[in-house]
């Protein structure tokens, strides 16, 4: 595995280079909320987006996907059964998936749903810090329902024990996105706070996971390019725009326009 400072902004921008080259095909199994924020997320980075989630297809489609995105936000039965045949399927033929575990903790279904998919071999689990807490078995741990009460800072040592157990790389997003794989840590500092204020960004630092992970191998290079692209997208949107309406405009233009030259100006890095 690489050390902390094996990611940088040449390999953010590497990644993001080969994204665009290769147009890599994200099957996302996410949420009704952010459906189509997400999509056009990734097609705004460069990457081909396809929300398939019928349990009826959902393999055939991983085969034909370089990545595989699994996001519990909106549940029910016949969802969580797509979800496991479409993780089988992933790890069957080698294709990283990304999980997130949406309100981990608020629920008894969530929870559970949430422990069962950490335990299927994800290349990488991105959630808050409530939901990372949860899953690395915190005691009485509670989200807000889908929002974190806690700073990120407060769950790195239990996403280092997540990520030692579940052998994924952890994101624990929030003002400073922390990237573990339970040995090294890479801490991320962009972003801006109005991005709190628009719905579903932090599953669609998810999709831009899948997306980095289905080009590039380092899996904590991916993931911290992943965040750090969304990351950039944002702070840069919030610079143009007044409040959250505008700011979900300017972030499809940020993320289609980011380029190398921005990557080296403005991303932040600490450990």
């Known amino acids: 595995m690489p050390s902390p400072s094996s990611f940088s902004a040449d390999a953010c921008s590497t990644v993001l280079a080969a994204i665009r ?143 030692l157990a579940t052998g994924a790389v952890v994101a624990v997003t929030g003002p400073i996105d922390y990237v573990t794989d339970g040995r090294q840590t890479v801490a991320l500092a962009n972003g801006h706070p109005l991005m709190a204020r628009v719905t579903g960004l932090g599953c669609t630092a998810t999709a831009l996971v899948g997306a980095a992970l289905a080009v590039e191998k380092d899996r904590l290079v991916a993931v911290a390019s992943g965040l750090s692209f969304l990351a950039l997208a944002g702070e840069i949107a919030a610079e143009r725009s007044p409040g959250p309406g505008s700011l979900q405009l300017h972030l499809l233009d940020a993320l289609h326009q980011l380029d190398a030259e921005t990557i080296a100006q403005r991303l932040k890095i600490g450990s």
Not at 108 to 137: F, K, W
Not at 158 to 163: D, E, S, Y
Request: charged fraction near 20%; aromatic fraction near 2%.
């Open 21 to 163: 080259t290769r147009a890599p095909l994200v099957h996302n199994i996410t949420n009704y909320v952010v459906m189509n924020n997400t999509a056009n997320a990734l097609l705004a980075l460069g990457a081909s987006p396809a929300m398939v989630h019928a349990v009826e297809e959902v393999e055939e489609f991983v085969a034909l996907s370089q990545s595989l995105v699994i996001n519990i936000g909106t549940l029910s039965r016949p969802w969580v059964a797509a979800m496991e045949k479409a993780t089988d399927a992933a790890n069957a033929r080698h294709i990283p998936w990304v999980l997130d575990p949406v309100g981990a903790g608020a629920t008894t279904l969530r929870t559970e749903t949430a422990a069962d998919l950490a335990r299927q071999r994800p290349a990488c689990i991105r959630g808050n810090a409530s939901e990372i807490l949860v899953l690395a078995g915190a005691t009485g741990e509670k989200t807000k329902g889908v929002d974190s009460t806690r700073d990120s800072a407060d769950a790195l040592a239990p996403a280092r024990q997540l990520a």
